[in-house]
């Protein structure tokens, strides 16, 4: 009688503590996100440690920390090498319990880190990365791409410059999948538009000198040098071709990608007249405005965020918007990014709007063009806007998807 008295109390005992156990996990409140970027490079402007101020942001406005959630924000260097990035998701995700990384400018990285979040369940936040393919044929339900794609840039800044008579180009194109990706698509938005692709020049990432590859854009002939790269390529590629008079000689210089860090950097007399497509400028509206003031008061260098850096306030403010929805951290990837995808997305930098099947979500894009120096009045005003794209003519239409969410 005693053995079986004993037994009952130790079951008794067993279910208390699985129902303690289950009780606590239920109740997880805790979050840990690693921002994985270029901290020291050519893309250390555009994102880099003010990608950290901005998610810093968006973990104090979202209201959790006062519901009593414990949210930490960890960041990590990807010198731009798809195997560094790699090696430091799998730490974080294995050994620190990382639910969430985000950021992941350079496609390389952010290709390969996508498919590692997937095996693990965990979420990748895409802001940095331009490659379309994250919402295309290397979509997962663990990945999300909030602030623009290679689709983007291609229709927005390649069918404006085509249809405006610039009917031939050249590209000088990142030796790497971002590179590819946009040469890719743009190449299709010209021939699209009545345009001819002339011909095109990989170079390596992080490039000094541009010389042989802007003689062969000057001897190729076309109305359009695209560049399709960015950060400090992009930078040192416009530098250059100022050197060479490659405008001064009739041809168009676009640049497919460019940041207001990149403006900020080569000042508008450099500068000048260059058409590009973003989907954030800080000056375009009060709330912009008043939310890149508080960003800047905390930045390095007191500078205004990057169309990246905004992305990733927005995009981790609704990825905390989907926890607090499910009411605890479930640990479980495809489930928040379910979440995410099924709640409407409304944030003060760029409004209301869904998040697709794909991960892709919509928002409205900007043709802007560099002012003149004496058309600025006051430090980064630098953008005219010349129009807006329509949310869902800056996504590719979801009925020629190849993302294998997607149901047709």
Same mark, same amino acid.
């Given at each position: 009688?005693?053995?079986?008295?004993?037994? $009952?109390?130790?079951?008794?005992?067993?279910?208390?503590?699985?129902?303690?156990?289950?009780?606590?996990?239920?109740?997880?409140?805790?979050?840990?996100?690693?921002?994985?970027?270029?901290?020291?490079?050519?893309?250390?402007?555009?994102?880099?440690?003010?990608?950290?101020?901005?998610?810093?942001?968006?973990?104090?406005?979202?209201?959790?920390?006062?519901?009593?959630?414990?949210?930490?924000?960890?960041?990590?260097?990807?010198?731009?090498?798809?195997?560094?990035?790699?090696?430091?998701? $799998?730490?974080?995700?294995?050994?620190?319990?990382?639910?969430?990384?985000?950021?992941?400018?350079?496609?390389?990285?952010?290709?390969?880190?996508?498919?590692?979040?997937?095996?693990?369940?965990?979420?990748?936040?895409?802001?940095?990365?331009?490659?379309?393919?994250?919402?295309?044929?290397?979509?997962?339900?663990?990945?999300?791409?909030?602030?623009?794609?290679?689709?983007?840039?291609?229709?927005?800044?390649?069918?404006?410059?085509?249809?405006?008579?610039?009917?031939?180009?050249?590209?000088?194109?990142?030796?790497?999948?971002?590179?590819?990706?946009?040469?890719?698509?743009?190449?299709?938005?010209?021939?699209?538009?009545?345009?001819?692709?002339?011909?095109?020049?990989?170079?390596?990432?992080?490039?000094?000198?541009?010389?042989?590859?802007?003689?062969?854009?000057?001897?190729?002939?076309?109305?359009?040098?695209?560049?399709?790269?960015?950060?400090?390529?992009?930078?040192?590629?416009?530098?250059?071709?100022?050197?060479?008079?490659?405008?001064?000689?009739?041809?168009?210089?676009?640049?497919?990608?460019?940041?207001?860090?990149?403006?900020?950097?080569?000042?508008?007399?450099?500068?000048?007249?260059?058409?590009?497509?973003?989907?954030?400028?800080?000056?375009?509206?009060?709330?912009?405005?008043?939310?890149?003031?508080?960003?800047?008061?905390?930045?390095?260098?007191?500078?205004?965020?990057?169309?990246?850096?905004?992305?990733?306030?927005?995009?981790?403010?609704?990825?905390?918007?989907?926890?607090?929805?499910?009411?605890?951290?479930?640990?479980?990837?495809?489930?928040?990014?379910?979440?995410?995808?099924?709640?409407?997305?409304?944030?003060?930098?760029?409004?209301?709007?869904?998040?697709?099947?794909?991960?892709? $979500?919509?928002?409205?894009?900007?043709?802007?063009?560099?002012?003149?120096?004496?058309?600025?009045?006051?430090?980064?005003?630098?953008?005219?806007?010349?129009?807006?794209?329509?949310?869902?003519?800056?996504?590719?239409?979801?009925?020629?998807?190849?993302?294998?969410?997607?149901?047709?």
């Amino acid at each position: 009688m005693t053995t079986t008295f004993a037994r $009952r109390c130790a079951a008794l005992l067993a279910c208390a503590a699985l129902s303690l156990s289950t009780s606590a996990f239920a109740q997880d409140k805790t979050v840990k996100i690693g921002v994985l970027n270029d901290m020291s490079s050519l893309y250390a402007d555009i994102g880099g440690p003010n990608s950290v101020v901005a998610i810093k942001m968006a973990v104090e406005d979202s209201g959790l920390l006062k519901k009593g959630w414990t949210i930490e924000v960890l960041s990590g260097d990807h010198q731009n090498k798809p195997d560094i990035g790699v090696n430091i998701a $799998r730490q974080w995700i294995d050994a620190d319990k990382v639910d969430a990384i985000a950021d992941t400018p350079s496609s390389g990285v952010a290709l390969a880190v996508s498919n590692l979040v997937k095996e693990k369940n965990a979420v990748l936040l895409n802001s940095g990365a331009a490659t379309a393919d994250l919402t295309g044929k290397a979509c997962t339900p663990n990945t999300v791409s909030f602030t623009y794609d290679t689709y983007m840039l291609a229709n927005g800044t390649g069918k404006a410059l085509t249809k405006a008579g610039g009917d031939s180009w050249f590209f000088l194109t990142a030796d790497y999948a971002f590179g590819h990706s946009l040469e890719r698509d743009a190449s299709a938005v010209v021939t699209a538009n009545g345009g001819k692709v002339l011909g095109s020049v990989k170079h390596p990432i992080n490039t000094a000198d541009f010389s042989s590859f802007l003689l062969q854009a000057q001897s190729s002939k076309a109305k359009v040098v695209g560049l399709a790269n960015a950060g400090g390529d992009t930078t040192n590629a416009i530098k250059q071709a100022a050197e060479f008079g490659i405008v001064q000689g009739g041809q168009k210089l676009a640049a497919l990608l460019l940041f207001i860090n990149d403006v900020h950097s080569l000042g508008l007399k450099t500068a000048q007249g260059l058409t590009f497509t973003e989907s954030f400028y800080w000056d375009l509206n009060d709330q912009t405005r008043e939310w890149s003031k508080r960003f800047a008061a905390l930045a390095s260098k007191n500078a205004m965020p990057s169309m990246t850096q905004a992305g990733n306030y927005a995009m981790v403010l609704h990825y905390l918007k989907a926890m607090d929805a499910l009411g605890s951290n479930p640990h479980d990837g495809a489930k928040v990014v379910a979440k995410m995808k099924e709640l409407p997305t409304d944030d003060p930098l760029f409004g209301k709007g869904p998040l697709r099947a794909d991960g892709r $979500r919509l928002i409205p894009a900007y043709l802007f063009e560099l002012k003149k120096p004496e058309e600025s009045k006051y430090p980064w005003d630098y953008y005219k806007l010349v129009a807006t794209i329509a949310p869902e003519d800056a996504a590719k239409p979801l009925k020629d998807s190849d993302c294998p969410l997607v149901k047709k």
